[in-house]
């Protein structure tokens, strides 16, 4: 649990993909002050736009080290579970949701000295999917302009596209007709 109401937090989110920027966007409508690492320039753009965060490069600005009471890391890698993890304030939360790499090394002295409670989360309930719908349907999420639509037979270059960096869309829906 965080010490300070979400809105008065600061935030930081890794990652602007489909799941860090709709945290973002979620963290935002709560009045919350969101950051967010993302490695893709056209997707830090996107996130800046449609969340009305601050986005930067951290290979280029590291977070700051204990700087926020919530960092979530959307990507999960062996490079962003540290970084997410020194960018926690003590007493603060770390959320981590992506799942790109098995194992990573943790500092698991700083996490007990500094007491920051490490939540997992994976999937979620049937409240949890009615909660988003009803937050979709208040425009919690901005007006999805943020998703992009491609036919299905240029699928495999969508894919091709977010790998490679090249896509400023979190989510690209791809449609049959």
């Known amino acids: ?95 981590h949701i992506g799942l790109q790499d098995w194992a990573s090394e943790i500092d698991m002295r700083r996490l007990t000295l500094d007491e920051i409670t490490l939540i997992g989360a994976y999937t979620y309930t049937s409240a949890d999917l009615w909660a988003t719908v009803d937050a979709l349907h208040r425009g919690v999420f901005g007006d999805l302009s943020w998703v992009e639509e491609r036919e299905l037979g240029v699928g495999a270059q969508a894919f091709s596209d977010l790998d490679g960096g090249r896509a400023a869309s979190a989510k690209i829906v791809l449609r049959t007709h």
């Open 1 to 95: 649990a965080l010490f300070r109401p979400l809105a008065e937090a600061r935030a930081l989110v890794v990652g602007g993909g489909a799941i860090g920027l709709l945290t973002a966007l979620l963290l935002r409508s709560q009045g919350c002050r969101v950051s967010l690492a993302e490695t893709n320039p056209l997707r830090r753009a996107s996130a800046e736009k449609h969340a009305g965060c601050i986005a930067f490069d951290p290979r280029e600005t590291a977070p700051a080290r204990g700087a926020y009471e919530l960092v979530v890391d959307a990507v999960g890698g062996k490079l962003t579970r540290p970084a997410a993890l020194a960018a926690v304030q003590p007493g603060g939360v770390m959320l």
